[in-house]
């Protein structure tokens, strides 16, 4: 089973993907697997492994990945039984997006320029980032890839 771990990592990760997350779940899985004597994915298998995350959206992450790992491999060997996808009933629910009102935004300059070292650096960049995102729009990723041409 590693091998085909293996394959599915270096192919997933040659069209954009890190992957070190799932490379971590997988390889643990597949050490669970052996075991047990495993050579293929058993569904009560996977289910047992992720129930020894400690949350349930943990238990629901690493069930994820080796239902995403088995709808690959299951294309070359039908050996690999594909568990049930939701079996821990999370539900990932979005926070309401808050957009702030120009006081809030104020604020958080305000708070930003109090920050320490005085006289430092980190105050400055805090609230020149702070009022560039609320001015732009730009994601922190976005703002920080920001380099000066010259």
């Known amino acids: 089973m590693l091998n085909a771990i293996e394959t599915y990592l270096a192919l997933r990760r040659a069209t954009g993907f890190a992957m070190s997350t799932a490379e971590c ?3 643990s899985f597949a050490a669970f697997a052996a075991e047990r004597g495993q050579t293929h ?3 009560q298998t996977a289910i047992d492994w992720a129930a020894l995350g400690p949350t349930v959206a943990q238990r629901d992450a690493r069930l994820r990945a080796v239902c995403r790992f088995v709808r ?4 070359e060997d039908v050996g690999h039984k594909l568990p049930p996808a939701n079996h821990f009933g999370a539900c990932n629910r979005r926070r309401t997006p808050h957009i702030y009102t120009t006081d809030e935004i ?3 300059i305000e708070a930003a320029l109090r920050l320490r070292p005085m006289g430092g650096l980190r105050p400055y960049t805090y609230s020149t980032l702070i009022a560039l995102l609320s ?5 922190i990723s976005e703002a ?3 380099t000066m041409r010259t």
């Open 41 to 43: 994915v058993v569904s």
């Open 144 to 146: 920080l890839k920001l």
């Open 135 to 139: 001015a732009t729009g730009l994601r």
């Open 25 to 27: 779940l997988l390889k």
């Open 106 to 108: 104020g604020r958080l």
């Open 72 to 75: 690959h491999v299951q294309v």
